[in-house]
T-cell receptor, first 111, second 114 residues
Framework: EDKVVQSPLSLVVHEGDTVTLNCSYEVTNFRSLLWYKQEKKAPTFLFML????IEKKSGRLSSILDKKELFSILNITATQTGDSAVYLC???????????FGKGTKLSVKP | NAGVTQTPKFQVLKTGQSMTLQCAQDMNHEYMSWYRQDPGMGLRLIHYSVGAGITDQGEVPNGYNVSRSTTEDFPLRLLSAAPSQTSVYFC?????????????FGAGSRLTVL
């Protein structure tokens, strides 16, 4: 059975802190891994990773995929209150080739 | 370009009633899907479609029907609502980025079944 585990489930930090969010997965027919940010409404796309060791960066956010150890991390540096959200990890694969979502990490950034 | 549009945003039903959640996209995406999101459970796939006339079941299809008569529309039907179907429902369509399906979500529909 395909499995995606995100940790921690929730995290409270202060502005300016650096955070690391973890995602481990066991997914058949793995093709790629996507990260989404969900504030109060719909998830929005952040990153897509397909190859190990490739670090994707977008401003203060970066992400790495390790296809050998089956995990990905999402780093956020110099956190701001606007980073408060649930971050979802979603490997693409499984028997049907769809996105399989983890339960998410709820990040709260306090001023 | 409206993206993915879902209606209604909120709905309250009584047990046993039926209803349809509407989903439309104007991006000419072939792939569309429906997810439900429950506290502590993450997003779970209900049904999906890879093109007009083609649908398939996801992880939690029981109690739901879908059809895809056009590329733009992908309605989700609840046949006989049950309290266990109280949830937030998201419709999504996807484009391909380097071979991966990147989902674009609608704003969600919050359904309460009494």
């Amino acid at each position: 059975e395909d499995k995606v585990v995100q940790s921690p489930l929730s995290l409270v930090v202060h502005e300016g802190d650096t955070v690391t969010l973890n995602c481990s997965y066991e997914v058949t027919n793995f093709r790629s891994l996507l990260w989404y940010k969900q504030e109060k409404k719909a998830p929005t796309f952040l990153f897509m990773l397909t190859s190990s060791g490739i670090e994707k960066k977008s401003g203060r956010l970066s992400s790495i995929l390790d296809k050998k150890e089956l995990f990905s991390i999402l780093n956020i540096t110099a956190t701001q209150t606007g980073d408060s959200a649930v971050y979802l990890c979603a490997p693409e694969g499984g028997s049907q080739g769809n996105l399989i979502f983890g339960k998410g990490t709820k990040l709260s950034v306090k001023p | 370009n409206a993206g993915v549009t879902q209606t209604p945003k909120f709905q309250v039903l009584k047990t046993g009633q039926s209803m349809t959640l509407q989903c439309a996209q104007d991006m000419n995406h072939e792939y569309m899907s429906w997810y439900r999101q429950d506290p502590g459970m993450g997003l779970r796939l209900i049904h999906y479609s890879v093109g007009a006339g083609i649908t398939d079941q996801g992880e939690v299809p029981n109690g739901y029907n879908v059809s895809r008569s056009t590329t733009e529309d992908f309605p989700l039907r609840l046949l006989s609502a049950a309290p266990s179907q109280t949830s937030v429902y998201f419709c999504a369509s996807s484009y391909s980025l380097s071979g991966a399906n990147v989902l674009t979500f609608g704003a969600g529909s919050r359904l309460t079944v009494l």
